[in-house]
């Protein structure tokens, strides 16, 4: 299956715009917010993307020929095993500031929606991690999920970050769901990405 398509570059950052520190850690980004109304068009635009894309895999699982079995169990365990090896990739390419690995994780028109609401481009991903804005101390998985549709996996987890950025501390726990497809050569690349920070009872948005 076709990875979603390229988004048109973002406009320029509003530096006058106030963030909210706590809550744009977003696993990959701490940025400001884009135009509200840009940055809105092209939120719905993703969303509108990715439920696509989940219709299409869930489909694809749905009305596959009965007579074809499912993915082996050895092969399903397998594919298991490379995925959380690339999740484990992908955590130590953010605690070591490896732009390199993470040039190697994501496809070239991934695109990614940190916790705050921000869009990240695949070269917008790489040069953040190479600024060294923000500082990764901890990032620890727990209650991942994997589920296979095809040359397609959906990651669910949970992520708790100990990090700091110019500002002070950027820490806090998020759920995060992470699209890979395997490409024509057999390789998982990372197609989307979502972060949704877990607030405590009482916490204000």
Not at 29 to 41: D, I, K
Not at 95 to 121: E, F, N, P, R, W
Not at 128 to 155: I, P
Request: net charge positive; aromatic share 8%; glycine share 8%.
């Amino acid at each position: 299956m076709a990875p979603a398509g390229r988004f048109e570059e973002e406009p320029a950052v509003d530096h006058r715009r106030p963030i909210d520190r706590r809550a744009s850690l977003g696993l990959v980004s701490v940025t400001f917010m884009r135009g509200a109304a840009a940055n809105l068009s092209m939120l719905k635009k993703l969303r509108t993307m990715l439920v696509l894309l989940l219709i299409q895999v869930i489909a694809l699982g749905a009305f596959a020929d009965p007579q074809r079995p499912g993915m082996p169990r050895a092969q399903k365990h397998e594919s298991r095993h490379e995925i959380d090896q690339l999740e484990e990739v992908w955590r130590g390419a953010m605690l070591k500031g490896d732009v390199a690995a993470l040039d190697a994780l994501l496809a070239d028109d991934y695109m990614g929606i940190t916790a705050s609401g921000t869009l990240q481009s695949k070269e917008q991903t790489l040069a953040f991690v190479r600024s060294g804005r923000v500082h990764f101390k901890t990032l620890e998985f727990s209650d991942r999920k994997v589920r296979f549709y095809g040359m397609t996996a959906l990651v669910t987890s949970q992520a708790d970050v100990t990090a700091t950025n110019a500002e002070g501390d950027v820490s806090g726990s998020f759920r995060y769901i992470r699209v890979y497809v395997r490409d024509a050569r057999g390789v998982w690349k990372i197609v989307s990405f979502e972060a949704s920070r877990i607030r405590e009872s009482g916490e204000h948005r």
